[in-house]
């Protein structure tokens, strides 16, 4: 079956430091891939997506993400946190065939000063 | 991006009693939405695709007549929760696609958090 897996259900990192949330996939084919990013009661904000070409992707707030089919891995990174980037990461795979979002368990981020 | 509302934001009611959620497509059409439900500290799940101009295609151990969903319009997707339980509180997320050359990309509305007392 086709599924997404983040590993690390919690990250905390210092304000300043880099940051790179793991994101495995499960599909024959390669998905279209997708970081979303949902702040407390928020809806969820798209930070980026890859569909083909360059497999390094770039996004929204200084993230970006590289597919490396050879793992089936899609990992979120940012050179720099911010405070302001405390929330909850969802990686997302849109299957084709049956015309959906899955979504992994999500990484809650965690910020110190 | 599109935007997607949701209405109302929250809402507290008894057990037994239905409630009713918005979700609109403000700056496109959606032949198809979707809905999810959020439990704490979990992911989403999808619940069902809402198709406009037919039924709604529901996953596996969704109870369809509990959930259920309208598509009256291109820009407007319902979802009553029927004689509602404590259980059933969640957060519920609507998503519809992004549109024109961007189908697969969904674009979520900000959820609406019910709590069935």
């Known amino acids: 079956a086709q599924s997404v897996t983040q590993p690390d259900i919690h990250i905390t990192v210092s304000e300043g430091a880099s940051l790179e949330l793991r994101c495995n996939y499960s599909?024959?084919?390669?998905?279209?891939l997708f970081w979303y990013v949902q702040s407390p009661g928020q809806g969820l904000q798209l930070l980026l997506k890859?569909?083909?070409?360059?497999?390094l992707v770039q996004g929204i707030k200084g993230f970006e993400a590289e597919f490396k089919r050879s793992q089936s891995s899609f990992n979120l990174r940012k050179p720099s946190v911010h405070w302001s980037d405390a929330a909850e990461y969802f990686c997302?795979?849109?299957?084709?065939?049956?015309?959906?979002?899955?979504f992994g368990q999500g990484t809650r981020l965690t910020i110190n000063p | 991006g599109a935007v997607v509302s949701q209405h109302p934001s929250w809402v507290i009611c008894k057990s037994g009693t239905s409630v009713k959620i918005e979700c609109r497509s403000l700056?496109?059409?959606?032949?198809?939405m979707f809905w999810y439900r959020q439990f704490p500290k979990q992911s989403l799940m999808l619940m069902a695709t809402?198709?406009?101009?037919?039924?709604?295609?529901?996953e596996q151990g969704v109870e369809k007549d509990k959930f259920l969903i309208n598509h009256a319009s291109l820009t407007l997707s319902t979802l009553t929760v029927t004689s509602a339980h404590p259980e059933d509180s969640s957060f519920y997320i609507c998503?519809?696609?992004?549109?024109?050359?961007?189908?697969?990309?969904?674009?979520f509305g900000p959820g609406t958090r019910l709590t069935v007392l």
């Open positions: 997302a795979a849109f299957i084709q065939g049956a015309q959906k979002l899955v």
């Open positions: 599909y024959g084919a390669t998905p279209y």
């Open positions: 890859y569909f083909s070409g360059d497999t």
């Open positions: 700056d496109f059409q959606a032949t198809t």
């Open positions: 809402s198709n406009e101009g037919s039924k709604a295609t529901y």
């Open positions: 998503s519809g696609p992004g549109g024109q050359g961007s189908p697969d990309t969904q674009y």
